[in-house]
């Protein structure tokens, strides 16, 4: 009997210095990662027997910083991965990078050793703006790690780059944007920067000075635009990649399919169930050491095989794709004209919307505002 797909995301939750806009759970005291990597080890472990049933087809090692660890560390690390999981020979296994820790030598390895997709954090090529949000890395960086991962032998790299930053305007973006879509990547994932209330730049209030609503949507419709042209096709909000090189991963959490998290602050959605680790990794390493496991996990409910309806919207309308009203009503048994009532017809009308072959999606301009849209159709349920 062939084995259930799973996405597997591992979460190494450390970094050199905290970011003022990031709100991710990581800390900055590195003398904690080999207790952490013992614990993730037992999770592994644990976990792994009872994933029998389950074959990954993508494994994501996401952050805070993977690419903090030693060659050692990843070593250990990648042997407890095989040891305890059934990965299938095609999976796609990506890292994701810094290039304040990338290096050649580190970056060789991980290619040697089977990681066959990179995500660069580049974030700007300007110095001046990494200065701004507080990145360890220069733009000159963030280029010698691309050179060195293509020396590497990776082929399959994505860039992360952000807009709406601290005094950025449209111009300055362009030249980050026309930098990144030069340089014969394979995926670009680019977001706004959110002010998220916990962190350092939320509690600047009106002293951080960002760009305003309509500069922020200039900037969104140059990135779809820049992007259309370079040939890397929008496939979703702020993921846009050469055909055939979408995140597999990323698409598993925007399609409801099953993944398992492991590690602190880790997602999970598997046998119709959601479930979190605690954002604290003295909770999390103390359970797998054997320990109480009090606080281990942060959320854990049923949740329909299905998917919720709400989660179902807000997921597929983040797809260049759209939601499909067939599909839906083979989810949920019933009809999602009925359900949204003729309330999308007026975005429709504004050109926000599209609706055709059965399909409702964003436009580009929608895309911008997609938030307050959103906020009115998850309340249909
Ligand atoms: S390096 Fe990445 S994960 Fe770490 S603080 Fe900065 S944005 Fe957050």
């Given amino acids: 009997m062939s084995k259930k797909k799973l996405g597997l995301y591992i979460h190494i939750p450390f970094c050199a210095r905290k970011c003022p806009y990031c709100d991710f759970y990581s800390i900055c005291d590195l003398s904690l990662t080999s207790r952490y990597l013992t614990a993730l080890t037992k999770q592994m472990e644990e976990y792994g027997r009872a994933m029998g049933g389950y074959e990954a087809d993508t494994v994501y090692f996401g952050g805070g910083t993977p690419s903090l660890l030693t060659k050692g560390q990843w070593k250990e690390l990648l042997?407890?991965?095989?040891?305890?999981?059934?990965?299938?020979?095609?999976?796609?296994?990506?890292?994701?990078?810094?290039?304040?820790?990338?290096?050649?030598?580190?970056?060789?390895?991980?290619?040697?050793?089977?990681?066959?997709?990179?995500?660069?954090?580049?974030?700007?090529?300007?110095?001046?703006?990494?200065?701004?949000?507080?990145?360890?890395?220069?733009?000159?960086?963030?280029?010698?790690?691309?050179?060195?991962?293509?020396?590497?032998?990776?082929?399959?790299?994505?860039?992360?780059?952000?807009?709406?930053?601290?005094?950025?305007?449209?111009?300055?973006?362009?030249?980050?944007?026309?930098?990144?879509?030069?340089?014969?990547?394979?995926?670009?994932?680019?977001?706004?920067?959110?002010?998220?209330p916990a962190t350092p730049f939320g509690k600047m209030g009106e002293s951080l000075v960002l760009p305003d609503e309509d500069t922020w949507c200039a900037m969104y419709e140059l990135l779809v635009e820049t992007c259309d042209k370079a040939g890397l096709l929008q496939y979703e909000i702020s993921n846009f990649a050469r055909p055939g090189f979408e995140s597999r991963h990323n698409l598993k959490y925007w399609t409801l399919a099953e993944y398992l998290g492991l590690g602190p602050a880790a997602h999970s959605y598997l046998g119709?169930?959601?479930?979190?680790?605690?954002?604290?990794?003295?909770?999390?390493?103390?359970?797998?050491?054997?320990?109480?496991?009090?606080?281990?996990?942060s959320e854990?409910?049923?949740?329909?095989?299905?998917?919720?309806?709400?989660?179902?919207?807000?997921?597929?309308?983040?797809?260049?794709?759209?939601?499909?009203?067939?599909?839906?009503?083979?989810?949920?048994?019933?009809?999602?004209?009925?359900?949204?009532?003729?309330?999308?017809?007026?975005?429709?009308?504004?050109?926000?919307?599209?609706?055709?072959?059965?399909?409702?999606?964003?436009?580009?301009?929608?895309?911008?505002v997609s938030n307050a849209v959103l906020a009115e159709l998850i309340d249909l349920e």
């Avoid at 990338?102 to 066959?116: E, T």
């Avoid at 954002?279 to 009090?294: M, Q, S, V």
């Avoid at 599209?354 to 436009?363: K, N």
């Fill in 300 to 368: 854990d409910y049923e949740a329909p095989a299905s998917g919720a309806v709400a989660d179902y919207i807000m997921l597929s309308l983040r797809l260049k794709s759209g939601l499909s009203t067939a599909d839906f009503t083979r989810r949920f048994r019933k009809s999602f004209e009925e359900l949204e009532g003729g309330r999308l017809d007026r975005y429709v009308a504004a050109g926000l919307m599209t609706h055709e072959d059965g399909r409702y999606a964003f436009t580009t301009k929608g895309f911008c």
């Fill in 79 to 196: 042997e407890a991965l095989h040891k305890n999981f059934s990965i299938c020979e095609t999976a796609e296994i990506t890292v994701e990078a810094n290039p304040a820790s990338a290096n050649l030598r580190l970056l060789k390895y991980l290619r040697k050793a089977g990681i066959n997709r990179l995500s660069l954090g580049v974030q700007s090529f300007d110095d001046a703006e990494l200065a701004a949000i507080g990145r360890l890395h220069s733009a000159a960086d963030a280029r010698n790690t691309l050179k060195d991962a293509k020396k590497a032998g990776f082929g399959n790299i994505s860039i992360d780059l952000m807009y709406g930053l601290p005094g950025q305007t449209v111009a300055d973006f362009a030249r980050s944007l026309d930098e990144a879509v030069s340089l014969d990547i394979k995926h670009l994932s680019s977001y706004g920067l959110k002010v998220e």
């Fill in 272 to 297: 119709g169930r959601r479930f979190a680790f605690a954002r604290d990794l003295n909770i999390y390493c103390r359970a797998f050491e054997g320990g109480d496991d009090t606080g281990l996990l």
